[in-house]
């Protein structure tokens, strides 16, 4: 009975204890401000002041620079229930979206506001905004704001028609309107300025014109968002009545008008405008460059170039393409060699891509590697495209060891990744490679297009797999269901030609459904010259001549072939019908990279060099000798 007492007064004791324990405050890591005043409210109670930035906790948010430090805050903000005040939870979240990799902890914490405002979900929308995910955006205006039923204000509406235009979902941009215009919001000038911008992404210019219509006031962002609203639809003219119509414009507005006209080729009304601008930035002289290089006007487009005070990366990217798209390879890499001297601005992606494809079809293989090295260096990040320019040059220049090795590092292969290494293999004589590359790209799920099969049929035709080439062939109408084009009975007619199967190549040109042009008639009959197929190399060479009675080169052909079998007549005949038309033959012309065979003392090949020189120069020298002989024979005749 004494113990049973005891015990009881035991228990007694430690529930006293607890609940003494639990009547105390929570613990805190922060000190409250006991300097706070005390305010007496009209029942006499005394309450705390209304909660300021002065606030501890707050203030050592904003100081906050670690993101590991924020669980205590959060900690902080919960026991003290100040995660419910809206300035409190405004200004936590506002920290939070500063860092992406808080985002998620931004949007968690906005789930546990019992009654989050406007400001907090416009702060998190404009972060996702911010971070180039404009769905993240609307998802969360949708699941969050509309789903907890939070009363957007005239800040909201703006980003919304913003992430819609992004998206370009009328849809959704024509529900944020009925929205405006039931919150009242609708006489807003940011608020019509989104809705002016989204209409016009989205299409819709006529809406856009009516929202523009009917406002009250407009500034030059109203003006200049239509203007760029009617240059995106192609309707031009109709902005330049309304870029005339304005009494002030700005440097975007008049960019706008550039922009249109370049756009549709008018390069005439945009220089005008451009000479008229009495301030242009970088963006007005790249967009004057950009329409001179579109319609191929290199010397103009140098021009503005050199003109230019202030260059950025896309003015010289801009002239790096155009020299690639002219195919003055070499102008290309002088004008990268310059942009490297000057160090400012330093060349990107898009300038290597440029400078790496003139490399590649220079067969420059030194400059390809340079630019290597150069992207190592500055650590320039290879994405899909630049690693297959680099590829393709490596390949192009006969590094197929080299082009292996930068595609088995992708990541990520796209098709044409895969058609340059066919293509490599190909072009250098492995044929075999090029089938095995191909089979390979079949087992990674990879679907081939037309210009894989041009690959594919073309390695077959430079290493004479005639089997391997006609099941290509069939392979690409029957499985894969594309229809061949010119370029794939080219190479079947040069595949067959090349084998000696003539009959066969003419049957197929017979059989094709396309009409033939020059091109395979022509590999037809270069194949029968070389295996002494006189008679239907005649046949064809006549055929040549109807299509193109202008090309020199069935002339000569069909002149060899008459000379091979001692026809002396018919080759005089020949050649006095070329006289006649004034046709001339083609010289043909070989790329050396003369740098190759330059001396220099303190290499080992020294003499290895010197050789190599003296035997180009002899044969050039021979090759002047013989042009010579001809030209003094022509002028005998």
Not at 425 to 436: C, N, Q, S
Not at 594 to 603: D, G, H, P, Q
Request: proline content about 3%; overall charge negative.
């Amino acid at each position: 009975m004494t113990v049973s007492r005891r015990l009881s007064s035991i228990t007694l004791d430690k529930i006293i204890t607890s609940n003494k324990n639990l009547s105390k405050p929570s613990p805190k890591l922060f000190p409250n401000n006991h300097h706070q005043p005390i305010i007496t409210n009209f029942d006499h109670q005394q309450v705390l002041p209304p909660l300021t930035l002065n606030h501890p906790i707050l203030r050592i948010l904003e100081s906050c620079s670690n993101p590991n430090q924020f669980p205590q805050i959060h900690t902080q903000l919960i026991v003290t229930s100040l995660i419910h005040h809206s300035l409190a939870s405004g200004h936590v979240i506002k920290k939070l979206c500063t860092s992406l990799d808080l985002m998620t902890v931004a949007v968690n914490l906005f789930d546990c506001i019992e009654q989050p405002d406007a400001f907090v979900c416009n702060t998190i929308m404009r972060s996702y905004v911010n971070s180039n995910d404009p769905f993240g955006g609307l998802g969360f205006y949708y699941d969050k704001m509309v789903g907890r039923c939070v009363v957007p204000n005239h800040y909201t509406f703006p980003l919304i028609g913003k992430v819609c235009a992004e998206i370009e979902s009328l849809r959704d941009g024509e529900k944020a309107h009925g929205l405006v215009i039931k919150h009242g919001f609708l006489m807003d000038l940011f608020v019509r300025n989104s809705l002016i911008h989204m209409y016009s992404v989205c299409g819709k210019i006529g809406s856009a014109r009516e929202v523009f219509d009917e406002s009250t006031v407009l500034d030059m962002v109203s003006w200049s968002s239509m203007i760029h609203g009617y240059v995106k639809n192609g309707e031009v003219g109709v902005a330049r009545v309304l870029f005339d119509e304005m009494t002030e414009r700005d440097v975007f507005s008049w960019n706008s008008m550039i922009a249109g006209y370049v756009a549709v080729g008018d390069m005439e009304n945009a220089r005008e405008l451009f000479e008229r601008m009495n301030v242009r930035d970088v963006v007005s002289w790249n967009c004057m460059i950009d329409g001179y290089a579109q319609v191929g006007d290199v010397a103009k487009a140098r021009e503005l170039f050199e003109k230019m005070t202030r260059r950025n990366v896309v003015s010289w990217n801009s002239m790096l393409a155009l020299y690639v798209r002219q195919k003055n390879y070499n102008e290309c890499l002088r004008l990268f060699d310059i942009m490297i001297e000057q160090e400012n601005p330093r060349p990107n992606g898009a300038s290597l891509m440029s400078v790496l494809t003139a490399c590649a079809n220079l067969g420059n293989l030194d400059k390809g590697k340079w630019v290597h090295s150069y992207m190592e260096t500055n650590h320039i990040t290879a994405d899909v495209l630049l690693s297959t320019a680099l590829l393709t040059m490596y390949a192009k220049c006969g590094s197929m060891d080299l082009a292996r090795d930068i595609f088995d590092k992708m990541p990520f292969k796209t098709v044409v990744s895969w058609n340059s290494m066919i293509m490599g293999y190909g072009m250098h004589g492995f044929g075999e490679k090029a089938l095995e590359m191909f089979l390979e790209m079949e087992k990674t799920g990879v679907t081939p297009n037309d210009s894989t099969f041009v690959s594919v049929l073309s390695a077959c035709t430079h290493s004479g797999m005639v089997l391997e080439g006609w099941w290509c062939f069939d392979l690409m109408s029957r499985v894969y269901e594309i229809e061949p084009k010119i370029e794939h009975y080219g190479c079947m007619v040069d595949l067959l030609g090349r084998a000696g199967l003539m009959k066969d190549s003419e049957e197929l040109i017979q059989k094709m459904p396309l009409k033939a042009g020059s091109a395979l008639w022509g590999a037809l009959l270069s194949a029968c010259r070389t295996h002494s197929n006189s008679e239907l190399g005649k046949m064809v060479a006549k055929r040549l001549i109807e299509l193109n009675p202008l090309d020199s080169g069935p002339y000569v052909l069909l002149s060899n072939i008459y000379a091979t079998e001692g026809k002396w007549d018919d080759v005089e005949n020949v050649r006095k019908i070329m006289k006649e038309k004034r046709l001339h033959r083609i010289a043909g012309s070989s790329l050396v990279d003369i740098r190759e065979f330059e001396l220099s003392e303190s290499t080992d090949d020294n003499n290895n060099s010197r050789h190599r020189r003296s035997m180009v120069y002899s044969n050039l020298s021979e090759m002047g000798a013989q042009i010579k002989l001809c030209q003094d024979d022509c002028i005998g005749k």
